[in-house]
């Protein structure tokens, strides 16, 4: 059973960073394909980008590219979603997730990802 703790949530103002951590346990990790999803108050869930963990290629939103990266730890079983000239409009949870199934397409989708944490409050102060 693979279980994913995401940390690194907080306040900042704007125009600031953070980083987020996901750690990874459970499973191995080599085949998995990990994203990011966050979700403000009366919205659905959005997807920010995902990193494939062999290879390490990457994909984002529209939304955060240029601001935003995803990349693996050296522990092998960590990613992280460094956020740079934030913006109050990224307030929200932020979730982490995996994908396991390797039959399954990267998707930018919450219906592609099969395991979840259990999120992490960002909030932008204008």
């Known amino acids: 059973q693979v279980q994913l703790v995401e940390s690194g949530g907080g306040l900042v103002q704007a125009g600031g960073s953070l980083r987020l951590s996901c750690v990874a346990s459970?499973?191995?990790?080599?085949?998995?394909?990990m994203a990011w999803f966050r979700q403000a108050p009366g919205k659905e869930r959005e997807f920010v980008g995902y990193?494939?963990?062999?290879?390490?290629?990457?994909y984002y939103a529209d939304s955060v590219k240029g601001r935003f990266t995803i990349s693996r730890g050296n522990a092998k079983n960590t990613v992280y979603l460094q956020m740079d000239s934030l913006k109050s409009e990224d307030t929200a949870v932020y979730y982490c997730?995996?994908?396991?199934?390797?039959?399954?397409?990267?998707?930018?989708?919450?219906?592609?990802?099969?395991?979840w944490g259990q999120g992490t409050q960002v909030t932008v102060s204008s």
């Open positions: 997730a995996a994908a396991t199934n390797p039959g399954v397409p990267v998707s930018d989708s919450p219906w592609g990802y099969n395991y």
């Open positions: 459970g499973g191995t990790f080599m085949s998995y394909r």
């Open positions: 990193i494939i963990w062999n290879g390490g290629r990457t």
